[in-house]
């Protein structure tokens, strides 16, 4: 989390980097500033809170100079004042540096740096590296890889800086000494260049520079790049100069625009439809019939050992992808007989499964840069290289991000197809992993032959239905929703309760709502409900309950009536035709008639829609709610 920025051109610095990181916002919004270089002082402007109050301190100052760096902060470590907004300046005012990640050894750093006469002057661990660079430039250290100082004294001391420090960062650096550079960093923390006409950026995330230059490239971890006005050179932190060019991306900049929706979340939502589409598109043969049983129905070219030989599955992720690594596993352990483990990757790092045979491990992550499910692959990797054949990594990856650090570590991506999501809130990035998940499912059934393929065929014109039904939801539903929020205005506690495949969509709906409402909410299997939730029951306490006509139908509705029994007030998300549903619920979420199999890409709109209705009605920040952060790149 944190959004960093940098700009080197023709151009008046400090509005690139506003817009700049106003498209980075979704990673913190804590604190922003903002510093430049001109006539050979740092100019450094910070502000506590949304990009907004930045802004406003800006607004009417002339600021003519076109160097600059800027940041948006998720708080680690110091409170959210200004005095620890970045960006973090050096004792003398010479150096300003921005920076996103965490410094393990700040504290080793900052005492030694107290000690050599440094001022320090935030909470923050990012401190540290402004007063480093200034140290290592008036004390160069003479053994530490190939000298840079030929090609650049600030170049070479923020090298030696870097190389001491632990952690994960990306850092951009200017010195009001080198008016003509701008050096970015990058270790374990995403960082991209864009490459314009004179003119270079640099930024976490590349929405910040579509609006500049298609042509961007990633650093890789270990590497630093210094920009001037004449170019990009990129190194390694042992000093080794590096060959690297720009690729192009494949980016429309109206993506990023909200289209005319009040929020970006709502926009996401209404995308739904189209993102399954592409998806389905993406994978789904479509000239493949039953007959052809020699053909895969689907498309994802994975090795072919992965399906054959597979004993294991084990799926790490976090937040809302862990939620679809939940259905996931249903699919796969229902539809292939992979047996198959979710595991939230925080937890997987310390204290990881005993190693079993022919596994594969599938990271789940929208942005591709989520620390916990990147380290918890990486480990993964690492401790089985080494061993026998028989358990050595097998790695899949999906995400939204193929251009993301996943990329590197995975030996395979499905590609979700979803397009940028801003709201922090994840929706529509949910649905289009949910979809990946239906199509890895089916193509290790196909192979393992756990489904024949006249029992795959329906399975796959359901999925090729749920577009459709999912845009007659959001048409026939939405205004209903609308209202139906204003009874929640007040409401404390809401209990979700879901079964089977739809028990993660009761996780789903009630995360959905905590994080943008400030509901305290709870998804439970409904069949556990009575081991507890039930205590927290009555007439004020709202129970949605996801009954799909299916196998666990009769058992949710009993589970529902327990609830209803306690006072409380039952909301259904239940299938259009169902009589029986109107005598039990108080309150409906219909949705078209479909199969139980493939219910969740249907049972979670109404759920996303009620969250962001009640939260709207609440006048709260739905894009940006308090204290989350869309891309989480610390531990
Ligand atoms: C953050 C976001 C969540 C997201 C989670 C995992 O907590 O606020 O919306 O689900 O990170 O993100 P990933 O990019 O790995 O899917």
């Known amino acids: 989390m944190c959004g960093i920025v940098g700009y080197i051109g023709t151009q008046a610095a400090s509005s690139i980097l506003l817009e700049g990181l106003r498209k980075l916002e979704y990673r913190g919004y804590d604190s922003a500033g903002i510093a430049t270089v001109h006539e050979g002082q740092i100019q450094c402007v910070r502000a506590k809170g949304k990009l907004q109050n930045l802004e406003d301190k800006l607004a009417g100052l002339e600021n003519p100079a076109r160097l600059g760096i800027g940041h948006t902060r998720w708080a680690t470590h110091g409170k959210p004042e200004e005095y620890n907004a970045h960006p973090h300046m050096d004792t003398a005012y010479r150096i300003a540096v921005v920076q996103n990640g965490i410094i393990e050894n700040y504290r080793e750093l900052r ?56 952690g994960a960062f990306a850092l951009a650096v200017i010195c009001a000494d080198y008016p003509d550079e701008l050096i970015t960093v990058r270790q374990q923390a995403p960082l991209a260049i864009g490459f314009g006409q004179g003119e270079f950026f640099c930024a976490s995330d590349t929405p910040a520079l579509v609006a500049h230059t298609r042509a961007v490239l990633p650093l890789e971890n270990g590497e630093l790049a210094r920009l001037t006005p004449l170019g990009v050179e990129v190194y390694t932190f042992g000093g080794e100069r590096l060959k690297k060019f720009p690729r192009t991306l494949n980016w429309n900049p109206i993506l990023v625009e909200k289209q005319g929706f009040k929020h970006f979340m709502l926009k996401e939502i209404y995308e739904q439809p189209g993102v399954v589409r592409a998806c389905l598109e993406a994978y789904l043969r479509n000239d493949w019939a039953p007959e052809q049983s020699q053909v895969s129905p689907l498309n994802l070219n994975l090795p072919a050992v992965w399906a054959d030989q597979l004993a294991h599955i084990q799926i790490v992720a976090c937040g809302t992808s862990w939620h679809a690594g939940l259905v996931g596993k249903y699919l796969l352990e229902q539809l292939a007989g992979v047996p198959t483990q979710v595991h939230y990757a925080s937890e997987f790092r310390y204290a990881p499964p005993p190693l079993t045979p022919h596994t594969l491990t599938i990271g789940v992550t929208q942005s591709g840069e989520t620390a916990d499910t990147l380290s918890a692959l990486d480990m993964e990797r690492q401790r089985r290289q080494g061993q026998p054949p028989d358990y050595q990594p097998h790695l899949l990856g999906i995400t939204n991000r193929t251009d993301s650090t996943l990329a590197t570590i995975v030996e395979h991506l499905i590609n979700t197809h979803a397009g940028i999501e801003i709201g922090v809130a994840a929706t529509k990035t949910f649905t289009a992993q949910l979809v990946a998940f239906y199509c890895l499912a089916l193509e290790l059934a196909y192979r393992r032959r756990t489904l024949s393929p006249t029992a795959i065929a329906p399975i796959l014109d359901g999925l090729r239905q749920l577009p459709a039904q999912m845009e007659l939801i959001l048409e026939s539903q939405e205004r209903y929703i609308e209202e139906l929020s204003h009874e929640f205005v007040d409401t404390q506690d809401f209990i979700f309760l879901g079964r089977g495949i739809n028990f993660p969509i009761a996780l789903e709906g009630a995360l959905k709502l905590k994080e943008i409402s400030y509901i305290h909410a709870e998804g439970y299997p409904a069949g556990e409900m009575k081991h507890g939730p039930i205590a927290l029951l009555d007439a004020k306490v709202p129970v949605v309950a996801i009954a799909m006509p299916g196998a666990v139908y009769e058992k949710v509705i ?18 259009s035709q169902d009589e029986h549903a109107s005598e039990v619920f108080d309150r409906l979420l219909p949705i078209p008639v479909v199969d139980e199999l493939l219910s969740p890409l249907l049972t979670v709109v109404p759920l996303q829609l009620l969250a962001y209705h009640i939260a709207a009605r609440r006048g709260l920040d739905v894009d940006q709610p308090r204290n989350l952060a869309k891309s989480v790149t610390v531990e």
């Open 558 to 575: 009993s589970n529902a009536q327990e609830a209803k029994a306690r006072d409380a007030l039952l909301i259904g998300v239940t299938v």
């Open 111 to 166: 005492e030694d740096l107290k000690a050599k006469g440094h001022e320090f002057r935030s909470e923050t661990d990012t401190e540290v590296i402004p007063h480093l660079i200034a140290e290592c430039m008036a004390h160069p250290v003479a053994d530490q890889g190939q000298s840079l100082s030929y090609q650049s004294p600030f170049l070479e001391a923020v090298r030696q800086a870097v190389n001491q420090l632990e």
